[in-house]
Nanobody, 123 residues
């Protein structure tokens, strides 16, 4: 049974930082893309970032220069370092694993999803 478990969310003031982690179990994703998405209340889920098996990355324009995605294949994990957080970053953050594309940016291109970790940024 494949599981993705996110951690590291919390409440932080604007300008602060958080580091999200996502640990996968049940299969290895070292040859696959891993990504982060987020969903704010009343809004659709949106793409945040993705990292390929060979460590290429893509970021949404809204987080470029502030967020950094990374992965540790020895731990079957992906991370999202979030700096200079803004109130508009408040959302439930999900990690996901994609099996087909090298750098998928659509949610429909991901097969496995975690349950999410809440990030709240106060002004």
């Amino acid at each position: 049974q494949v599981q993705l478990v996110e951690s590291g969310g919390g409440l932080v003031q604007a300008g602060g930082s958080l580091r999200l982690s996502c640990a996968a179990s049940g299969r290895t994703f070292s040859s696959n893309a891993m990504g982060w998405f987020r969903q704010a209340p009343g809004k659709e889920r949106e793409f945040v970032s993705t990292i390929s098996w060979d460590v290429s990355t893509i970021y949404a324009d809204s987080v470029k220069g502030r967020f950094t995605i990374s992965r540790d294949n020895t731990k079957n994990s992906v991370y999202l370092q979030m700096n200079n957080l803004k109130p508009e970053d408040t959302a439930l953050y999900y990690c996901a694993a994609g099996l087909r594309l090298r750098l998928p940016v659509r949610g429909s291109d991901y097969t496995y999803w975690g349950q999410g970790t809440q990030v709240t940024v106060s002004s």
